[in-house]
């Protein structure tokens, strides 16, 4: 294989965020007198943007448009002040970041996390490394698995899609790296399941980081 840039999902691939997103929606769902959920019952939660989060987590018949956009502004507000508090690097990205920009690897990312946020995260949790592109959805750039934002990508890098590896831990990752050509490959340590990456394309699985630098 001869890549020479990766596009990375963010949540549950380059940083575990399960804690604060599970403690920020259930601080929500406190304040609006609702049940909370187990923090680990959030894996299945995320993934599919914002909304669909907040939209898993309410109770069943909760469905008023207004009131869970109100949600979601709670959220993000939240989130915003407590993004760091629990957020690591998974173990063993902080080598393989090291070791691919050492081979002159592009790095991008691309998450469904909203556009403001990913930056956030980014810029504190992975400063150290250079990221070429950072997006999230925003007004005129739709959420995964549109091919939208990897295109963009693509075009911004001036790199040919079959250079690119995707590292995703969802199925809606594998989706949108099927959908531009690019390498789809599923990353275990994160939020779903072996079965779905499959199942979304993906051609490869790995349950470590320093699998990822072998295919370089």
Same mark, same amino acid.
């Given at each position: 294989?001869?890549?020479? !840039?990766?596009?990375?999902? #963010?949540?549950?691939?380059?940083?575990?965020?399960?804690?604060? +997103?599970?403690?920020?929606?259930?601080?929500?769902?406190?304040?609006?007198?609702?049940?909370?959920?187990?923090?680990?019952?959030?894996?299945?939660?995320?993934?599919?943007?914002?909304?669909?989060?907040?939209?898993? !987590?309410?109770?069943?018949?909760?469905?008023?448009?207004?009131?869970?956009?109100?949600?979601?502004?709670?959220?993000?507000?939240?989130?915003?002040?407590?993004?760091?508090?629990?957020?690591?690097?998974?173990?063993?990205?902080?080598?393989?970041?090291?070791?691919? !920009?050492?081979?002159?690897?592009?790095?991008?990312?691309?998450?469904?996390?909203?556009?403001?946020?990913?930056?956030?995260?980014?810029?504190?949790?992975?400063?150290?490394?250079?990221? #070429?592109?950072?997006?999230?959805?925003?007004?005129? +750039?739709?959420?995964?698995?549109?091919?939208?934002?990897?295109?963009?990508?693509?075009?911004?890098?001036?790199?040919?899609?079959?250079?690119? #590896?995707? #590292?995703?831990?969802?199925?809606?990752?594998?989706?949108?790296?099927?959908?531009?050509?690019?390498?789809?490959?599923?990353?275990?340590?994160?939020?779903?399941?072996?079965?779905?990456?499959? !199942?979304?394309?993906?051609?490869?699985?790995?349950?470590?980081?320093?699998?990822?630098?072998?295919?370089?």
């Amino acid at each position: 294989m001869n890549f020479s !840039a990766v596009l990375f999902d #963010l949540d549950g691939t380059l940083i575990n965020t399960l804690g604060d +997103i599970g403690n920020g929606v259930n601080a929500i769902l406190r304040k609006n007198g609702f049940p909370e959920h187990d923090i680990p019952t959030y894996k299945n939660f995320i993934g599919d943007g914002v909304r669909e989060l907040m939209s898993r !987590a309410l109770p069943d018949g909760v469905v008023d448009e207004d009131f869970i956009t109100q949600c979601v502004a709670e959220f993000e507000t939240y989130y915003q002040a407590h993004y760091d508090v629990e957020t690591t690097l998974y173990p063993g990205i902080e080598d393989m970041l090291d070791h691919l !920009a050492a081979k002159g690897v592009k790095f991008s990312v691309f998450s469904n996390k909203p556009y403001d946020l990913t930056h956030q995260c980014v810029k504190g949790i992975l400063g150290k490394w250079t990221f #070429l592109e950072v997006l999230g959805p925003k007004e005129g +750039i739709p959420k995964k698995p549109n091919p939208y934002g990897a295109k963009r990508i693509i075009e911004k890098l001036a790199i040919s899609p079959d250079q690119f #590896l995707y #590292l995703g831990d969802s199925g809606v990752d594998m989706k949108t790296a099927t959908s531009v050509g690019m390498y789809p490959v599923g990353a275990l340590w994160g939020f779903r399941t072996k079965e779905e990456l499959l !199942a979304a394309g993906a051609k490869k699985t790995v349950t470590h980081p320093s699998e990822v630098v072998r295919l370089f």
